[in-house]
């Protein structure tokens, strides 16, 4: 169940709507479907739910604090292991980013292959009424990891850093969103849901780009 708190029928919904969000977006998906593909009646959704708004809300918040959770809960014990020192880059980039492209089912065992495509499509182009939760919920620990990040390079000016971290952080965001779609995406040459790749393979992009020498 996504959220035990909401019972078996309330997750039976946000599973479903989870799914559904991802598949087609906010806008193409509408409370009748969703009811109709988890087997409730629409009063069992506006019961927890007052409109489509407030559970596509409630689905991303809940997935936007599990993924700062697990991020902020390593970086801290990566910082508390070097006793105050710098944690290495590569260790910083893999904390952004495999919660979000390969989590560990033992820490995640709920955030699958929809969660990460819902949170990629989400975050590529937000909706209006989600600002309040990429607030609270999400910017902190992107913050913070890119504050880790930013004592790898204390001589690049400020605006250059956040430059090349937006680029980084939005291209974590389109792996996400991409991942179940990469054969047709690269005409066969990559495999869909191939999770180690696209870590690796981020992995080595973002250490570049962040610290690709400006003189070449």
Same mark, same amino acid.
């Given at each position: 169940?996504? &959220?035990?708190?909401?019972?078996e029928?309330?997750?039976?919904? *946000?599973?479903?709507?989870?799914? *559904? $969000? /991802?598949?087609?977006?906010?806008a193409?998906?509408?409370?009748?479907?969703?009811?109709?593909? +988890?087997?409730?009646?629409? @009063?069992a959704?506006n019961?927890?739910?007052?409109?489509?708004?407030?559970?596509?809300?409630?689905i991303?918040?809940?997935?936007?604090? =599990?993924?700062?959770?697990?991020?902020?809960?390593?970086? +801290?014990?990566?910082? /508390?292991?070097?006793?105050?020192?710098?944690?290495?880059?590569?260790?910083i980039?893999? &904390?952004?980013?495999?919660?979000?492209?390969?989590?560990?089912?033992?820490?995640?065992p709920? $955030?699958?292959?929809?969660?990460?495509?819902?949170?990629g499509?989400?975050?590529?182009?937000? %909706?209006?009424?989600? +600002?309040?939760? *990429? @607030?609270?919920?999400? =910017?902190?620990?992107?913050?913070?990891?890119?504050? /880790?990040?930013r004592?790898?390079?204390?001589?690049?000016?400020? @605006?250059? $850093?956040?430059?090349?971290?937006?680029?980084?952080?939005?291209?974590?965001?389109?792996?996400?969103? +991409? %991942?179940?779609?990469?054969?047709?995406?690269?005409?066969?040459?990559?495999?869909n849901?191939?999770? /180690?790749? @696209?870590?690796?393979?981020?992995?080595?992009?973002?250490?570049a780009?962040?610290?690709?020498?400006e003189?070449?």
């Amino acid at each position: 169940m996504l &959220i035990d708190a909401y019972g078996e029928t309330g997750a039976k919904v *946000l599973t479903t709507a989870e799914t *559904l $969000f /991802a598949e087609y977006g906010y806008a193409g998906v509408s409370l009748r479907r969703i009811t109709a593909e +988890a087997g409730v009646n629409l @009063a069992a959704v506006n019961y927890h739910y007052s409109d489509k708004q407030s559970l596509y809300t409630e689905i991303l918040a809940y997935r936007l604090r =599990q993924l700062s959770s697990v991020r902020l809960d390593r970086l +801290a014990e990566a910082e /508390a292991r070097t006793g105050g020192g710098t944690v290495p880059l590569a260790e910083i980039v893999d &904390i952004l980013a495999q919660p979000f492209l390969q989590p560990d089912e033992s820490i995640l065992p709920t $955030f699958g292959p929809a969660s990460r495509r819902l949170l990629g499509r989400a975050l590529i182009e937000p %909706l209006g009424f989600l +600002a309040p939760v *990429l @607030a609270a919920d999400f =910017q902190p620990a992107v913050a913070r990891c890119g504050q /880790a990040l930013r004592r790898h390079l204390p001589a690049l000016p400020p @605006a250059d $850093f956040l430059w090349r971290y937006s680029f980084v952080v939005g291209a974590l965001h389109h792996a996400a969103a +991409a %991942l179940h779609d990469m054969k047709t995406l690269t005409t066969g040459l990559c495999a869909n849901e191939d999770s /180690a790749a @696209a870590l690796r393979n981020f992995r080595r992009f973002a250490v570049a780009a962040l610290t690709s020498d400006e003189s070449r």
